[in-house]
T-cell receptor
């Protein structure tokens, strides 16, 4: 069964304190891994798609990496506006379904 | 472009009532999805569609029905509402499954 596990469930950081969020996945043939950001009361917003192990993508203070078993979302020198829930999702080769993890709630303290 | 729009934003239903959640996208995307999100539980796929006239079940389809008569619209029907269907419902669309999904603002549904 395809699974996506995100850790930690919640993370509190001081402004400027860098850290990483983890997304472990079990899927029979990865077609794509996605990262989304979700603010309270809103729909998720797309951040990155990674397609193959070794791939990396960056956007402002965020950098996503991918291995054959997990993905990391690295956040460098975060600011309070980076506070949100970060969702990881995967798509397997065999169908068009997208499986989401439960998310990591990130809180950046000023 | 409005992107993905959903109506209503909020709704309270009594047990046994029925309703339709509306979803429309103006990006000419073939792929559309319905998710539900319970507190701390991420998103669960209810139904999805790969084009007009084609729909398929996701992880949690029981108690729901969908139709896709046009590219733009993908309504979600709840028959005989139950308290377990209290949740936030998100509609999304994408050009292809490998591409980013665009999400609507969500519908918060309470069944009492």
């Amino acid at each position: 069964e395809d699974q996506v596990t995100q850790s930690p469930e919640a993370l509190r950081l001081q402004e400027g304190e860098s850290s990483s969020l983890n997304c472990s996945y079990t899927v029979s043939g990865l077609r794509g891994l996605f990262w989304y950001r979700q603010d309270p009361g809103k729909g998720p917003e797309f951040l990155f798609t990674l397609y193959s192990a070794g791939e990396e993508k960056e956007k402002e203070r965020l950098k996503a990496t991918l291995t054959k078993k997990e993905s990391f979302l690295h956040i460098t020198a975060p600011k309070p506006e980076d506070s949100a829930t970060y969702l990881c999702a995967v798509q397997a080769n065999r169908d068009d379904k997208i499986i989401f993890g439960k998310g990591t709630r990130l809180h950046i303290l000023p | 472009n409005a992107g993905v729009t959903q109506t209503p934003k909020f709704r309270i239903l009594k047990i046994g009532q029925s309703m339709t959640l509306q979803c429309t996208q103006d990006m000419n995307h073939n792929y559309m999805y319905w998710y539900r999100q319970d507190p701390g539980m991420g998103l669960k796929l209810i139904y999805y569609s790969v084009g007009a006239g084609i729909t398929d079940k996701g992880e949690v389809p029981n108690g729901y029905n969908v139709s896709r008569s046009t590219t733009e619209d993908f309504p979600l029907r709840l028959e005989l509402a139950a308290p377990s269907q209290t949740s936030v419902y998100f509609c999304a669309s994408s050009y292809r499954p490998r591409h980013e999904q665009f999400f609507g603002p969500g519908t918060r549904l309470t069944v009492l």
